[in-house]
């Protein structure tokens, strides 16, 4: 296993290794000097073809904090459109030395193709509609902190909104899925996948008939170009039907955890008040990105490959 | 056997044509077929022992990229892959830089097909720019001697102008309006079939209904104007559900359909690899399932390549970001022998049918196709039909290398290809 491309790649165990690893690092990330030298003198580029400042300064401090170099580059993938190669950009990123190509993409795929071109190690940072696996762990490790390492196995997850289009879920739900839990996506017909054929999930176009069930709910972000495609009426319908609304909220379980991925339309997917609720985790997700990623990077170049 | 030697022999093949199927040498003298006999001595051999003689193959579909893209292909490369395919004529299609909407390109493009291995016949494009809106000079075009009209790589959406089309066409006999039918408003945006695959890979995708309608749309077009449509590379079941019903009411419709759409499907993008993203797209095994019945039950008409060659670079990106299209024109009879004709889909004869002598009447090309007999063009191919070969991308003599089957084994390989008593490859080596 030299590339994580795909929760695909893990598996139960290799998941469950993986978040353990992380919760070494999350006692890393909370030292005076938050810094280890176990990847001292690896080099990390991430090559971020689509604009993330969040998810790259993730990675990139992750990888500092493992003392690894870490390199940048960044491109709009329309001005590379016509001119250099993907190939050819990789091929000449590698020569300069690096083990470890941090990936994002706006095209599903692109990092299996860079992974089937380079010796260094590749990390889906991202890539299209298709998956988002680091942001699946750290989902994972929030979830095993906040509610306990045995707390998967049954476990209501409902992911709401346009899992279409969306890597978040469809590295989400096969990750939910490895570990026990129990997956339904919801959201109006057009911004469900056309096929769920193979998905490890349910599905239900009407969140109100599953939201009392619900130990998590995992809300998505809405787009609004999804209006001018003809995939939804207005903003304000789709809140009337799926917004996580302080009334919605109301009706949840007591202990029922609200997740989102980021960046929240706050007012639109979630309410305000439902975000900054204490039902809401979304603040540790972000905090435990850094320790995933560290895991992960750990995995690759630290030990000669992912626990899997 | 001496260069372009104006008479010679295939000897001791089978030959097989529309009108059946008997071992005879075939005399081939000053550009004719001068004899089929059982035995024919005294002039240089072409050797044909074990193999079949059958009417040179017509492909109604190869892009030649022709001007504009002459790094991926040329006229002349892609006539020579074309002959080592065993075609002796290919129609060219008309989406190259610029496109085949004016007389003068058209001309071109006739004029380098002349010196080439393989005859180039020039599609036409039916609009302007085939932007789908204002009519291509379709007289002019006819006039140098087009009979197919397409935008192929677009299909023509608007309604209005496909029957505008369809109409002043019908001023030109023997031609035929082709369309690439797939509305754009539903397939555009897509890379990939619609379905389970595009859904788990998050690939956008081009669904069924966006080949259907058109179809159906265009059955009813052809019947109301009386002009005969053709249909481009049909992938799916439900197209080739419409064409089987149009033609039971005698629409005057035909078909074809491109080898990968009865070989391939689109689990193979789930490498992401865009060797195997085409327009339109793989489907699943129940539309494979289809097409092979249309063609076992004569509602497709003809197997053509779309033959889309791509240099290297532009199939080094992600999947969404490479241009669709793979080759076809070298490996299409092999194709069609493993993958029909060996599990008995289609019998030979059919097979060949659809191969050669129904598109060469489509394409109005009356050189090829015809039966192999005395006094006739000698368009000939000789085919080893038993031999077992794997597709090595490297030996292609297409300019590009974008084949989907690198790796995988054929049954059946061109020995020979004759055209117009020239013997244009031998022994599968193109002899210019």
Not at chain 1, 126 to 154: C, I, K, N, V, Y
Request: hydrophobic share 45%.
């Amino acid at each position: 296993m030299n590339d994580l491309l795909s929760i695909d790649d893990l598996g139960a165990s290799g998941i469950n290794e993986l978040l353990d690893l992380s919760e070494s690092f999350v006692e890393v990330t909370r030292r005076d000097i938050p810094k280890i030298p176990a990847l001292r003198g690896k080099t990390v580029v991430t090559l971020f073809y689509e604009d993330s400042t969040r998810t790259r300064l993730s990675f990139e401090t992750a990888a500092k904090r493992l003392t690894a170099d870490t390199m940048s580059f960044t491109a709009a993938s329309s001005s590379v459109g016509k001119g250099e190669s993907l190939l050819d950009t990789v091929r000449t990123i590698e020569a300069m030395g690096v083990d470890a190509m941090v990936v994002r993409h706006r095209c599903a795929g692109a990092p299996h193709r860079i992974a089937s071109w380079v010796d260094a190690a590749v990390v889906n940072a991202g890539d299209g509609r298709h998956e988002h696996p680091t942001q699946a762990l750290l989902d994972l490790l929030t979830l095993r902190r906040h509610l306990g390492t045995d707390a998967f196995s049954g476990l209501r997850i409902g992911i709401v909104g346009d899992v279409r289009h969306s890597r978040v879920a469809r590295s989400g739900v096969k990750a939910f899925d490895a570990v026990g839990a129990d997956v339904t996506v919801v959201g109006p017909p057009t911004l469900l996948p056309e096929s769920l054929e193979g998905w490890p999930a349910r599905a239900s176009t009407d969140l109100d008939d599953v939201l009392p069930e619900l130990d998590v709910v995992y809300v998505l972000r809405i787009q609004r170009e999804r209006l001018g495609a003809a995939l939804l009426p207005s903003l304000r319908e789709y809140t009337s039907r799926y917004g996580l609304t302080a009334a919605r909220a109301a009706r949840l379980k007591p202990d029922t955890v609200v997740m989102h991925a980021g960046p929240m339309n706050r007012g639109v997917e979630i309410a305000a008040e439902v975000a900054d609720s204490p039902a809401s985790i979304i603040t540790e997700q972000v905090a435990n990105g850094v320790a995933v990623r560290m895991a992960v990077l750990w995995s690759l170049l630290g030990s000669g490959g992912l626990v899997a | 056997m001496p260069d372009r030697p104006d008479e010679f022999v295939i000897k001791g093949g089978r030959v097989v044509d529309a009108t059946g199927d008997r071992v005879a040498d075939v005399l081939v003298q000053g550009g004719v077929v001068a004899a089929v006999a059982r035995r024919v001595e005294g002039a240089p051999v072409l050797d044909a022992a074990g193999c079949m003689v059958v009417p040179g193959l017509v492909d109604l579909h190869a892009h030649l990229r022709e001007p504009g893209d002459e790094e991926a292909e040329t006229i002349e490369t892609g006539a020579r892959a074309a002959a080592l395919g065993g075609f002796t004529a290919v129609v060219a299609m008309p989406n190259t830089e610029p496109p085949l909407d004016d007389a003068a390109v058209v001309a071109s493009v006739l004029a380098a097909g002349r010196e080439a291995v393989c005859d180039v016949a020039s599609s036409g494009c039916i609009t302007k720019g085939r932007r789908g809106e204002e009519l291509a000079p379709m007289g002019e075009l006819y006039a140098l001697g087009v009979r197919i009209f397409t935008d192929d790589g677009a299909c023509v959406g608007e309604a209005g102008v496909m029957r505008r089309a369809l109409e002043y066409a019908g001023a030109f006999p023997g031609a035929v309006v082709a369309q690439h039918a797939e509305d754009p408003s539903l397939a555009g945006g897509g890379h990939m079939h619609e379905g389970t695959w595009s859904s788990r890979l998050g690939i956008p995708g081009r669904p069924e209904a966006a080949e259907a309608t058109v179809v159906a749309r265009d059955v009813m077009l052809a019947e109301l104007t009386g002009t005969p449509v053709h249909f481009l590379h049909l992938s799916t079941a439900a197209a080739v559900d419409l064409v089987r019903d149009a033609k039971d009411r005698d629409v005057p419709v035909t078909a074809e359909v491109a080898p990968h759409h009865f070989t391939l499907t689109d689990a193979e993008c789930r490498t992401f690899d865009p060797a195997f993203k085409v327009h339109p797209p793989l489907r699943t095994d129940a539309d494979v399932a289809a097409v092979k019945a249309g063609l076992a039950d004569g509602t497709i008409d003809a197997i053509a390549t779309d033959h889309a060659p791509h240099v290297p670079e532009a199939k080094e990106r992600p999947f969404e970001e490479a241009p669709p299209g793979m080759l076809g024109l070298e490996t299409a009879f092999a194709l069609t022998l493993t993958e029909l004709v060996e599990p008995g889909v289609l019998a030979l004869p059919d097979a060949l049918a659809c191969l050669s002598w129904q598109p060469a009447v489509i394409a109005g090309l009356d050189g090829h196709g015809g039966p192999i007999e005395p006094g006739r063009p000698a368009n000939l191919c000789v085919v080893d039909p038993a031999v077992r070969w794997e597709v090595d991308p490297s030996r292609l003599a297409s300019r590009s290398r974008n084949t989907p089957y690198a790796g995988r084994k054929l049954t059946g390989r061109v020995r020979h290809t004759v055209l117009r008593g020239e013997p244009v490859v031998v022994d599968g080596i193109a002899q210019r």
